[in-house]
């Protein structure tokens, strides 16, 4: 009887180490998931950060063109030739009217903003065409070059 004892004792420490090393791969399983459902929180929080204000910005932006393309519309209706209706136009936009064009950036978050420019059409009856409305950065984007990362040469004067 000494026997099985002995042996059911070296059994029950096995399955002991077994039953451990499950435990600590659950452990370490649940850790790593956890990290990763919380970076993509944060991810998910800053996607929405940026579609909201780009929709802000975007919203900022259909009002300056419905405020140019009401301005066109009056130019035309108000004046009979192009320099009369340029004239009129350029005087009600002020600032904004540039090289034939009305131009604005709205400012966003993070360096960035939404660049507008609106071509107005004063020959016909006064449409808009949307020459550029993109995302812009505002300010220089410095890549970090402080880490010495290979460059793909062999430097054989090393050897």
Not at 34 to 57: G, I, P, Q, W
Not at 78 to 89: D, F, P, T, V
Request: charged content about 25%; aromatic content about 8%.
């Amino acid at each position: 009887m000494a026997k099985q004892e002995s042996g059911f004792k070296a059994n029950i420490g096995s399955s002991s180490l077994i039953l451990i090393f499950i435990v600590m791969c659950l452990v370490t399983f649940g850790m790593l998931s956890l990290t990763s459902a919380k970076s993509d929180l944060s991810l998910a929080n800053r996607n929405a950060d940026a579609v909201t204000e780009y929709y802000r910005a975007d919203t900022e932006g259909e009002a300056f063109y419905r405020m140019v393309a009401g301005e066109v519309k009056t130019a035309c209706a108000n004046a009979s030739g192009h320099e009369e209706r340029l004239a009129l136009l350029e005087k009600a936009l002020g600032e904004y009217y540039r090289d034939g064009a009305a131009v604005t950036e709205v400012a966003m978050e993070r360096a960035q903003a939404l660049h507008i420019e609106l071509e107005p059409d004063l020959d016909g009856e006064g449409s808009v065409r949307v020459a550029k409305w993109n995302v812009i950065q505002t300010e220089d984007y410095e890549i970090d070059d402080s880490m010495p990362v290979w460059g793909g040469t062999v430097d054989t004067e090393q050897k």
